[in-house]
Nanobody, 115 residues
């Protein structure tokens, strides 16, 4: 059974930092793309950052220069380092693994940024 477990969310003041982790079990991550999405109250779930299996990364414009996505396939983990956090970054953050006609989601971790 494939499971994705996020951690690292919490409450932080504006300008602060957090590092999210997503540990994958039940499947190797080497051949899959991975990413982080977020969903604020009353809004749709949107992509934040993605990292392909070859290491190429992409970021939504609003987080470029502040967030960094990286992965450790040996640990089957994808990370999201978030710096200079803003109240607009407040959301539930989800990790996703996809490829080869399949995709999996984690349960989400809450990030709240106070002003």
């Amino acid at each position: 059974q494939v499971q994705l477990a996020e951690s690292g969310g919490g409450l932080v003041q504006a300008g602060g930092s957090l590092r999210l982790s997503c540990v994958v079990s039940g499947i190797t991550t080497v051949i899959y793309d991975m990413g982080w999405y977020r969903q604020a109250p009353g809004k749709q779930r949107d992509v934040v950052a993605t990292i392909a299996r070859d290491g190429r990364t992409n970021y939504t414009d609003s987080v470029k220069g502040r967030f960094t996505i990286f992965r450790d396939n040996a640990k089957r983990t994808v990370y999201l380092r978030m710096n200079s956090l803003k109240p607009v970054d407040t959301a539930v953050y989800y990790c996703k693994l996809w490829g080869w006609g399949t995709n999996y989601w984690g349960q989400g971790t809450q990030v709240t940024v106070s002003s």
